[in-house]
């Protein structure tokens, strides 16, 4: 059986509880291809309405603390996400790299967090522009693949998506050409597979829109996307999946 296109949507900082259920309302009421696995990052504040309202769709958190719980004033714990019924979490994107400082050991410790409560993760992994100009662009993915991992059991890997999000091209207008972006899908799918000899599923992120969507789509070694900015609007989000064939 074909497996299914993976689209995500990445919410950022954006959308009231209001406005969450207008949107989650509006797109109910649309026909949607059943075919694709839908998945919302949307903010915390967010969560438990997007729940009610969710229809077919996944909704997941785009981040979590390392801890279950304790001494870390306006953080939000895994432990606290699963009692709110939410199973998947977003972890490692680019922005929380570089606006709040997470490493890649900050990365894995969120990751062991996660898996204790058996959440799926959407991992994400990009090269900034500096590693691409410098031809080191799989180097700096393998490195990060390595230390996301560390100490992740074979066994959990089934829980993954890895998100392949350049960073020169989130929120930049810019995309990869599709053939970058199907050179380093592939060659994640290879790493994952040399250190686990696991298959693993890798989504492309960064600028996609509903007039690119299919040129990613085609590649062989692209599962799906994650798109910010056109996740926002119903009526781009629908056009976008409606490319999804
Ligand atoms: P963008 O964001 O589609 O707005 O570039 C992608 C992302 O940050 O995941």
Redesign the pocket.
């Known amino acids: 059986m074909k497996k299914k296109i993976i689209i995500s949507g990445?919410w950022?900082m954006n959308k009231t509880i209001q406005e969450t259920e207008t949107f989650l309302e509006e797109i109910k009421t649309l026909n949607l291809n059943k075919n694709i696995e839908i998945c919302l990052f949307i903010p915390y504040t967010n969560l438990a309405t997007a729940i009610k309202y969710s229809n077919n769709m996944k909704i997941g958190a785009q981040n979590c603390h390392w801890e279950e719980f304790g001494t870390f004033t306006g953080e939000i714990s895994v432990r606290m996400l699963d009692s709110l019924g939410i199973k998947n979490i977003l972890i490692g994107?680019?922005?929380r790299r570089k606006y709040f400082k997470e490493n890649c050991e900050i990365i894995n410790k969120k990751i062991h967090i996660a898996l204790k409560y058996d959440m799926n993760i959407t991992l994400?992994v990009g090269e900034t522009l500096e590693e691409r100009n410098s031809k080191i662009e799989r180097q700096a993915i393998l490195s990060q693949l390595k230390k996301s991992f560390y100490n992740v059991s074979k066994d959990f890997i089934s829980n993954f998506i890895i998100?392949y999000?350049p960073v020169w091209?989130?929120?930049?207008g810019i995309t990869a050409e599709p053939s970058q972006a199907e050179e380093m899908c592939k060659f994640i799918k290879k790493s994952v597979y040399e250190l686990y000899k696991k298959s693993i599923r890798v989504i492309y992120?960064?600028?996609?829109?509903s007039g690119n969507i299919e040129n990613f789509l085609k590649q062989n070694n692209i599962n799906g996307c994650?798109?910010?900015?056109?996740?926002l609007k119903v009526e781009n989000f629908e056009k976008l999946i409606n490319k999804c064939v």
């Not at 091209?169 to 930049?172: L, M, P, V, W």
Request: net charge negative; glycine share 18%.
């Open positions: 990445n950022k994107h680019s922005e994400c998100a999000e091209a989130i929120g930049t992120g960064g600028s996609v829109n994650l798109i910010g900015a056109s996740s």
